[in-house]
């Protein structure tokens, strides 16, 4: 199938008094209807700034280049540049009807004095859909219906958290981003709100989660995006990736899941105001050589990869 999305050679600037901050780097991903996308990476490796500058929602101190073409629902024949198209058009047709966005920190994102049953009923009602339904998407994202009479500031994180999913889903969007929803859940409703993604996918939508939880993508993705330092190391069927993970960082963060050895990956990220010219990961890398002097590129960007000898047992 046609991707719904792709994106490719994205690049996210921030402008500081003194530095500039390299956020996200000639980044490339397609992700098609049917596809749940997971991009997982260490925290500040570009995954938030990546969903906002889809949906235009970056500060006026970042510069963005590269293109991210959509495909249109209505309108003008050809897809649509979301980096290209304007504030209008993002407001107009793109976020809530042909992206919708669960925000990685809802509670900052619901600043609105209004109900949750409003809030719902009138997202519903600007999508065209029955009001009525509210008691319904509410449910479908886990959220007790009596907790809709609550007002934002009186919900926990966690129902923040699934208020913003069920205001996602009022849309049916075609492309879901949902930028770590799983924050401030317990494990059931984890598992419910996966589980929820994975159904909109199998239903037709594409998803593109941004998680840091690995154990997450490995329950629903189809393919997983390893972000490092602003770039996509490595881009796989997440069944390839977790059984064969090619790339060191990969292989790291796998070694880091409780049922693995449970080791997290030693050192840190590099500092995105000074990035090495090569390999950004080369510092923390046991497999390292000259060669990651300079930049690798391909779908698994190592000058080393791992065979799939290696893999974990
Ligand atoms: N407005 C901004 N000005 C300068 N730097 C920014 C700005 N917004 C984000 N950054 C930087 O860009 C980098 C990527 O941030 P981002 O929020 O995308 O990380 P993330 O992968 O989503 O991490 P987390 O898992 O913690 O949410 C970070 O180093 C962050 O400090
Ligand atoms: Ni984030």
């Given at each position: 199938?046609?991707?719904?999305?792709?994106?490719?050679?994205?690049?996210?600037?921030?402008?500081?008094?003194?530095?500039?901050?390299?956020?996200?780097?000639?980044?490339?991903?397609?992700?098609?209807?049917?596809?749940?996308?997971?991009?997982?990476?260490?925290?500040?490796?570009?995954?938030?700034?990546?969903?906002?500058?889809?949906?235009?929602?970056?500060?006026?101190?970042?510069?963005?280049?590269?293109?991210?073409?959509?495909?249109?629902?209505?309108?003008?024949?050809?897809?649509?540049?979301?980096?290209?198209?304007?504030?209008?058009?993002?407001?107009?047709?793109?976020?809530?009807?042909?992206?919708?966005?669960?925000?990685?920190?809802?509670?900052?994102?619901?600043?609105?004095?209004?109900?949750?049953?409003?809030?719902?009923?009138?997202?519903?009602?600007?999508?065209?859909?029955?009001?009525?339904?509210?008691?319904?998407?509410?449910?479908?994202?886990?959220?007790?219906?009596?907790?809709?009479?609550?007002?934002?500031f009186e919900l926990s994180g966690g129902m923040a958290q699934?208020?913003?999913?069920?205001?996602?889903?009022?849309?049916?969007?075609?492309?879901l981003i949902a930028d770590e929803p799983t924050g401030g859940?317990?494990?059931?409703?984890?598992?419910?709100?996966l589980d929820l993604l994975r159904r909109r996918c199998d239903?037709?939508?594409?998803?593109?989660?941004?998680?840091?939880?690995?154990?997450?993508?490995?329950?629903?993705?189809?393919?997983?995006?390893?972000?490092?330092?602003?770039?996509?190391?490595?881009?796989?069927?997440?069944?390839?990736?977790?059984?064969?993970?090619?790339?060191?960082?990969?292989?790291?963060?796998?070694?880091?899941?409780?049922?693995?050895?449970?080791?997290?990956?030693?050192?840190?990220?590099?500092?995105?105001?000074?990035?090495?010219?090569?390999?950004?990961?080369?510092?923390?890398?046991?497999?390292?050589?000259?060669?990651?002097?300079?930049?690798?590129?391909?779908?698994?960007?190592?000058?080393?990869?791992?065979?799939?000898?290696?893999?974990?047992?």
């Open positions: 199938m046609n991707p719904l999305l792709t994106v490719s050679g994205l690049t996210v600037r921030f402008q500081l008094r003194d530095a500039v901050v390299a956020a996200v780097t000639g980044l490339d991903l397609t992700v098609r209807p049917g596809e749940l996308l997971a991009v997982v990476g260490e925290s500040g490796c570009g995954k938030s700034v990546l969903a906002h500058a889809l949906l235009g929602l970056l500060p006026a101190n970042a510069a963005v280049s590269g293109k991210a073409l959509l495909t249109r629902a209505v309108g003008p024949p050809g897809p649509v540049d979301l980096l290209a198209c304007g504030e209008k058009t993002l407001a107009r047709e793109i976020r809530g009807r042909r992206i919708g966005l669960i925000p990685q920190s809802p509670a900052t994102a619901l600043t609105v004095v209004r109900r949750g049953r409003r809030l719902l009923a009138e997202t519903l009602r600007a999508h065209r859909r029955d009001p009525g339904l509210a008691d319904q998407v509410a449910r479908e994202a886990g959220l007790d219906p009596a907790d809709l009479e609550r007002y934002p699934r208020l913003a999913t069920a205001l996602a889903l009022a849309g049916e969007p075609p492309l859940l317990d494990r059931p409703l984890v598992d419910h709100t239903d037709g939508a594409a998803v593109l989660l941004i998680t840091h939880d690995l154990a997450a993508a490995e329950r629903v993705a189809d393919t997983v995006a390893v972000m490092y330092a602003g770039r996509i190391v490595e881009h796989r069927p997440a069944r390839e990736l977790f059984s064969a993970p090619a790339h060191p960082y990969s292989r790291g963060l796998l070694d880091a899941l409780p049922d693995r050895e449970f080791r997290a990956v030693a050192g840190h990220p590099p500092m995105l105001t000074a990035l090495p010219r090569g390999c950004a990961f080369a510092a923390r890398c046991d497999r390292v050589s000259g060669a990651c002097a300079i930049q690798p590129a391909g779908p698994v960007a190592c000058h080393h990869p791992l065979t799939t000898a290696e893999a974990p047992a």
